[in-house]
């Protein structure tokens, strides 16, 4: 047993190896990924629960901010009803475990444990929902992971200012304890946050997600400075009083395109591409992992704040306590990844906040694949790049890739053959990233389960793996044959026999 398992690594090691001496950025390889190296899926809770208003659970500002009218989502729709998952909790499970992946990534309901988003007032109701989804995930075998905050903040919390009110970090902090203390023994994966920077910048900046806040200027900064602090709470909260018993993780997910400079060239572009990433990567992964902001962000809003006049800069600092508390609170770090994009500096300054501080334009190259999101054209190889990248700028931290899809031209229903060469690309390019880079990726979760509601665009951008009826889509059958594979074996050696169907779509 254990020499053929050592021949058959040394081959899969060889034909990798053999395979990428020298290829282009849009060559397919052929290998595998690392044993320890883990699949999954995912979804949110307000993007497929529904329930909304019911068994005890409070309102929170997606409920609040769907529910205004005129409405402000595509479609004037609401995550009122959604996918029904608060009622087929357990048809879910088996759709995830149908795929074949290794742990689910999901979202809980604030609002659904705590009412009032403060710890008086728990919903046994909401404890015990979670409690039968990781059961009925766990009797499939499939892991729970969990994003402990995925933007649906309690309504109450948000009447008293939501994330720029300090208060939020201890009520952050005491939700975080009663998940661990609940669900604990089970889960042994968490994110504090999903993708703080849409918090940040799309809810209380443009105000085009909820709360709906349209303060560019300051708000953003003052929003990021208190979920980091959040953040560094619930790791520690972990990290002191469960982690010895339950050996489990705790991280953020923080999303980045890749920003790459339009003209390869030009100084001026490489320039604007770094602080794009730092205005958007870096600004959550600096102070976790350095104890501070990145310091080009540093510098510009500084000195950006003084030429307006301010005796303060807009960006907060952190004291010698935060710095050192929220430095190294991670044990993992979720990147959310979907498209890349061209980078030159501003033309025109757009005036004192996030955007004129930053100074980047972005587009893409309209030769790139086009989907159903404007936002997103398919460039696997910014994945690899950006991979790289964080590599090479946060001393190579261990990252779990939590989300990364592809949304569905109009027109496509099932034959989703677009999202298969999405997938292919990506794939094949973070395979590229881990055994040819090095880079310390230990896991991957493809999004969506199933469409869902997408956000302001409601319903009418459809991210799923299978339809909001659960029917799957063409693509369930290549991403199941390529995490089966662990990853794409190359076709016609004996060995490889069973994987063929997936190299056939592959090639
Ligand atoms: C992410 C978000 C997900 C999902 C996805 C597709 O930013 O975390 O909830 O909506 O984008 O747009």
Known sequence: ??????????????????????????????????????????????????????????????????????????DSSTGDIACDSYHKYEEDAKLVKSIGVDFYRFSISWSRILPLGTKEKVNQAGIDYYNNLINSLLHHEVSPVISIHHWDLPQPLQDIGGWVNEDLIEHFGDFARILYQNFGDRVKQWFTFNEAWVICVMGYGDGIFAPGIKEISETPYKCIHTILKAHARAYRIYDEEFKSQQKGQVGITIDSGWLEPSDPNNPEDIEASERALQFKFGMFASPIVFGKYPDIVRKRVDERSKQEGRSTSRLPSFDKYWTDYIKGSYDIIGLNHYSSYLVTPASSDPGPGWYGDQDTATSQDPSWPETGSTWLRPVPWGFRKVLNWIKNTYNNPPLIVTENGYSDLPNVVLNDYGRIEYYKGYINNLLKAVIVDGCNVRGYSAWSLMDNFEWASGYTERFGLHNRERIPKESVKFLKNVFRSNGFRRPNLPWDRQSKEQCDIAA
């Open 1 to 74: 047993m254990m020499i053929v398992a050592l021949f058959n690594y040394l081959l899969s090691f060889l034909i990798a190896h053999w395979n990428t001496e020298s290829f282009a950025k849009d060559d397919f390889i052929y290998g595998q990924f690392p044993s320890y190296f883990r699949w999954g899926i995912g979804t949110s809770s307000y993007q497929i629960e529904g329930a909304w208003n019911l068994d005890g659970k409070g309102e929170n500002v997606w409920d609040n901010f769907t529910h205004t009218s005129p409405s402000p989502i595509k």
